[in-house]
C-alpha cells in the first residue's frame, strides 16, 4: 500500500494562507491586492472552493515566502485526500465486490487494516492490492484475465478471489527471483528437486524455492484463499514466471505433484496464459493433461512402475521409494492416483508441507 498522511493531518493552502494571514494581522483585502486578484477569489481559496494553480502558486511564493512547490504539494496533497474520500464514500455506498469471507482473510492476512465497519475503506484497500482504482476497474480486469485463464478442470473461481490469489503471488514473487528465466538451468535442475521428494517436507520446499529461484523461477507458497479452489497457479510476472502453491496443495504428495506440473507450465513458455489448477476432475484441456502426463513421468517414469505393483505393505513402501529415489508420500501419492490403492491406504504417513512464514 501506498503511504499517506491520515486525512485529518491534510490541510488545504487556503487553510495554511489563512493562517498566514491571521499571523501577520494582514487582510484578505490587502492580500488580495498585494498579488493581484481578487478579494472574492482569495476568499474562494481560502474556503477550499478555488483550485491553486501554478500561476498563483508563484505569486504566492513570492508575497509569503513559501516556495511555489511547497504550495502546489500541498494542493495536490489535499485534492488527493478529497479524491480519496470520494472513492471510500462510493465503494461505501455501491454493492460491494469482495465477499465477506475474502475480506476477513484479507484482514487475518494484515492485507486489508481498515476496521470492519469502514466498509468503503476495506473495498479501497482491496483495489490498491489488485492494482485497479473502481469496481469497473475491476470488472475490466477480470475480464482481461478470464481470457487468459487455463483452467485444469471444470470449476469455476470466484473472479475475486482468483484476482488476490495473482496479485499475492506476484508480490511475492518479485521479492524472490534474482535472474532472468533459463529454462535450461531449469530443466538441468529437475533431477535435483525431485531428489528434495525424500527431504522433511519444509526442508524440501525451501530448498526448491532456492534452486528454482536461481533458474529464474518464483516458487511462492500461499494461504488458501477463500473461493478461488485452486492448489496452484502459475503465471509470468514482470521479473519472469511465478509458480504460487496453496495450502490447498500442502500435503506433501499433492505438494510435489502440483509443483512439476506447474513446471510444465512454465517451460510451455505460453506468457500470456495464466494457468490455475483446482480440483481433480475427468474434464481436462490438452495443455493440462500434458503437464500431468510430464509430472507423473518425472515421479514415476513409465519404466519405473512396475514397481508399483509390488507394495503390500509398509516395508515395501519403503524399498519401492528408495528403488525410485523419491520419498514415500510421493508414492503414495502415485498409487493412489495410477488407483493402484484406496485413496484411504497410507493416507495418515502423509506429511503436510508447512514453511514458518510462508
Known amino acids: 500500500m501506498t503511504a499517506t498522511f491520515p486525512d485529518h493531518l491534510v490541510a488545504s493552502p487556503g487553510a495554511v ?19 493581484s486578484k481578487s478579494e472574492k477569489f482569495i476568499s474562494q481559496l481560502i474556503n477550499a472552493k478555488a483550485s491553486l494553480t501554478a500561476d498563483t502558486a508563484h505569486d504566492l511564493e513570492l508575497v509569503t515566502g513559501v516556495s511555489a512547490d511547497t504550495w502546489l504539494r500541498m494542493e495536490g496533497s489535499y485534492r488527493a485526500m478529497l479524491r480519496r474520500r470520494q472513492a471510500i464514500d462510493a465503494a461505501g455506498a455501491a454493492d460491494s465486490p469482495v465477499e465477506a469471507v475474502l475480506l476477513k482473510f484479507l484482514r487475518d492476512a494484515g492485507i486489508v487494516t481498515a476496521p470492519a465497519r469502514a466498509k468503503g ?13 473502481s469496481t469497473d476497474g475491476l470488472a475490466r480486469l477480470t475480464r482481461r484475465h478470464s481470457a487468459a485463464f487455463r483452467v485444469s478442470t471444470s470449476f469455476t473461481p470466484d473472479p475475486v478471489a482468483t484476482e488476490v490469489m495473482i496479485a499475492l503471488a506476484q508480490r511475492q514473487g518479485v521479492m524472490i527471483v534474482r535472474g532472468s528465466f533459463d529454462p535450461e538451468a531449469m530443466l538441468a535442475n529437475l533431477p535435483a528437486l525431485r531428489a528434495l521428494t525424500r527431504s522433511a517436507p519444509a526442508q524440501g520446499a525451501l530448498e526448491a524455492r532456492e534452486l528454482l529461484a536461481s533458474a529464474g523461477v518464483a516458487l511462492v507458497f500461499l494461504p488458501n484463499v477463500p473461493k478461488a479452489h485452486c492448489n496452484g497457479v502459475t503465471l509470468w510476472g514482470p521479473g519472469g514466471p511465478v509458480v504460487a502453491i496453496t495450502d490447498r496443495g500442502r500435503r506433501e504428495d499433492i505438494f510435489w505433484f502440483t509443483l512439476f506440473h506447474e513446471l510444465s507450465h512454465v517451460l510451455d513458455g505460453q506468457r500470456d496464459a495464466i494457468y490455475l489448477e483446482g480440483p481433480s476432475g475427468a474434464e481436462k484441456p490438452e495443455a493440462e493433461r500434458r503437464a500431468d502426463e510430464f509430472a507423473t513421468e518425472l515421479l514415476v517414469p513409465r519404466a519405473q512402475e512396475h514397481l508399483l ?33 484406496l485413496p484411504s491406504w497410507g493416507q495418515r504417513r502423509l506429511a503436510k508441507v508447512v514453511v514458518a512464514g510462508a
Do not use: N, P
Open 309 to 341: 505393483a509390488q507394495i503390500e505393505s509398509f516395508d515395501d513402501l519403503a524399498l519401492v521409494a528408495r528403488q525410485l529415489g523419491v520419498g514415500e508420500g510421493v508414492v503414495i501419492g502415485q498409487l493412489h492416483h495410477r488407483e493402484l490403492k
Open 121 to 133: 475503506e476495506q473495498v479501497v484497500q482491496v483495489f490498491s492490492l489488485l492494482g485497479v482504482s
Open 17 to 35: 494562507l489563512e493562517e498566514w494571514l491571521d499571523e501577520r494581522r494582514m487582510s484578505q483585502r490587502e492580500f488580495a491586492d498585494r498579488t
